[in-house]
Nanobody, 118 residues
């Protein structure tokens, strides 16, 4: 059973950068689509980015050009490089693993807090 653990969150000033990691254990993730989501206080969870097993990526419009998702299959880890951070990026960021063909999610991490101060 795949388990996901996020790390790398913290407090950063607006305009700064952070790199989040999502480390998998209990199984390999190289054949799955890996997604990042975020949820701000009082708001619905929203999609941030995903990367397919092929390496193809997709981003939410609000982060496109500022965030980069990548994966290191040898390390069984997915990353989210976040640059030019804004206060509205403040949220709990979570990663999830999905079957690329069915779209069904089968593993979620607990999340890591990102706080961007103005």
């Amino acid at each position: 059973q795949v388990q996901l653990v996020e790390s790398g969150g913290g407090l950063v000033q607006a305009g700064g950068s952070l790199r989040l990691s999502c480390a998998a254990s209990g199984g390999t993730i190289d054949r799955y689509r890996m997604d990042w989501f975020r949820q701000a206080p009082g708001k619905e969870r929203e999609f941030v980015a995903h990367i397919k097993w092929s390496g193809s990526t997709s981003y939410a419009g609000s982060v496109k050009g500022r965030f980069t998702i990548s994966r290191d299959n040898a390390a069984n880890t997915v990353y989210l490089q976040m640059s030019t951070l804004k206060p509205e990026d403040t949220a709990v960021y979570s990663c999830a693993a999905a079957n690329e063909f069915s779209g069904q999610y089968f593993a979620w991490g607990q999340g890591t807090q990102v706080t961007v101060s103005s």
